[in-house]
């Protein structure tokens, strides 16, 4: 399968990933056959891109950390608890511990604790996805620092409701990327301390998974908000769910920004570490991410166009490729394969937007 844009769609393509919904179900499943219906009712949603299959991709499948029901069921959970919190009401901690659970236990049973798909979101769900794979990023990030259980639900419980504060604030919250666009307003800044409030009411959750939604904003280098914390002072938990949240908001489509490719976000978190961003939490998180994820398209800086077959963790820009055209943008028939580990004339210069791009 591969990613492309939602413009590029056709009929008769199929649904290579699971789309998630509303209303406690997915929107499409994977093996649907699109219809003009369905690709109106996607657009309608603002659905920017989507995995579809592919006959030259058909042999590259890729691994989700976490099975779609697992993500639905925890999308849905952050979604019943944000409604409620905007009535007034409250949420049961034994549910969210119940989730969370359920997320680490299945990132501990993966075999391969790297980052390789894009969430694809609707408009409506955005925040509550988002919400979930910022816990996800951050449980893998704490796996990988050796985290016991305990440590792993602070941490998850605190990222899964990092932005419950904006719940006070507005009535529907929409994509938020002001973190990574400057000095948000005044209104923004207060959502922070506002989860904090509303998470450390709750005595059965841990006061420091409150405190990163109370930190999330903060930065290293002390210029973050509300309290201007220096890195020294921001708790781990916190520094982790910082960079996870950029992370996932850079990566992920929404229509207000389109997303960025793996690489260009981790680039961005690399630039930022020191000021933003805590360097050695930074160092951690970018091993959990695949640079180029399997089924990605590239330009080689022989003007071919190949796809990844096959990335590496600990060689992140020297992934396995298959090309796919010459030069001169033809199609080649026996696509031959390359690892680019073993062939160091050959360099990613560029991520392609799509299989047609520059093709005859």
Not at 184 to 207: A, E, R, T, V
Not at 323 to 337: A, E, F, H, M, R
Request: with cysteine; glycine share 6%; net charge negative.
């Amino acid at each position: 399968m591969r990613i492309t844009a939602i413009e590029n769609v056709k009929p008769g393509m199929v649904v290579g990933k699971t789309i998630f919904g509303s209303l406690h179900q997915n929107l499409l499943n994977t093996g649907t056959v699109l219809t003009n219906k369905y690709i109106k009712r996607l657009v309608d949603l603002g659905i920017v891109s989507l995995y579809i299959q592919d006959e030259y991709f058909e042999d590259i499948d890729i691994d989700d950390v976490i099975c779609d029901q697992t993500r639905l069921d925890a999308g849905n959970f952050v979604k019943d608890v944000m409604e409620n919190m905007r009535l007034g009401k409250g949420f049961e901690p034994k549910e969210c511990k119940k989730i969370i659970n359920s997320l680490i236990d299945e990132l501990l049973s993966s075999k391969e604790l790297l980052i390789k798909l894009i969430d694809i979101r609707s408009v409506s769900d955005y925040t509550y996805f988002h919400s979930v794979n910022v816990a996800i990023l951050s449980g893998i990030v704490g796996i990988s620092l050796g985290y016991t259980h305990l440590k792993l639900q602070e941490l998850m419980v605190g990222a899964l409701f990092h932005d419950i504060g904006k719940t006070v604030l507005y009535e529907n919250i929409s994509c938020q990327h002001s973190q990574v666009e400057g000095k948000p307003h005044d209104d923004f800044n207060q959502h922070p301390g506002l989860g904090f409030d509303i998470l450390k009411k709750n005595k059965d959750l841990s006061i420091l998974s409150a405190h990163v939604a109370f930190q999330h904003h903060e930065r290293y280098d002390g210029k973050g908000y509300p309290r201007h914390l220096p890195g020294s002072e921001i708790h781990e938990y916190a520094k982790i769910v910082s960079i996870a949240n950029s992370y996932d908001l850079l990566t992920t489509d929404c229509p207000e920004k389109p997303r960025i490719p793996f690489h260009e976000a981790v680039e961005y978190l690399m630039i930022s570490a020191g000021t933003v961003f805590a360097p050695e939490l930074v160092n951690q998180f970018i091993h959990c991410i695949a640079l180029y994820p399997e089924s990605t398209i590239i330009k080689l800086n022989t003007g071919e166009i190949a796809v990844i077959v096959m990335s590496y963790k600990d060689f992140a820009t020297r992934p396995r490729v298959r090309i796919l055209t010459d030069k001169n943008g033809q199609k080649i028939t026996d696509q031959p394969t390359i690892e680019l580990i073993n062939n160091l004339t050959y360099f990613i210069v560029k991520v392609v937007d799509d299989f047609n791009e520059g093709t005859n």
